[in-house]
């Protein structure tokens, strides 16, 4: 059963760049949409990104449009999210998940594989 490790936050001050990861491991990430998701203490699972393994069709919430970019390595059967402009708004816990196919959709209940988040901090 594939299992899902994000890395890569910390804290930062506003303006400044982070790239988060998600490594699989007992499975494939391919023939799999994987998204990224995360939540502010007191608030809703919010969808952030989303990349379609094959093709890398994207799709971005309107909050991060323009400042976060995914991509994957199909090597390392990793999924890549570079947060640049960071601002104090996007703090929050970062999730990776799988989809339970290709297709991309911003609705978490299309994930069934959850990662266990990484703390993002931006401070002002």
């Known amino acids: 059963q594939v299992q899902l490790v994000e890395s890569g936050g910390g804290l930062v001050q506003a303006g400044a760049s982070l790239r988060l990861s998600c490594a699989a491991s007992?499975?494939?990430?391919?023939?799999?949409?994987m998204g990224w998701f995360r939540q502010a203490p007191g608030k809703e699972r919010e969808f952030v990104a989303a990349i379609r393994w094959f093709g890398g069709t994207t799709d971005y919430a309107d909050s991060v449009k323009g400042r976060f970019t995914l991509s994957r390595d199909n090597a390392k059967n990793t999924v890549y999210l570079q947060m640049n402009s960071l601002k104090p708004e996007d703090t929050a816990t970062y999730y990776c998940a799988r989809g339970r196919s290709q297709a991309i959709f911003r609705d978490k209940n299309q994930y069934d594989r959850w990662g266990q988040g990484t703390q993002v901090t931006v401070s002002s």
């Open positions: 007992g499975g494939t990430l391919s023939y799999y949409a």
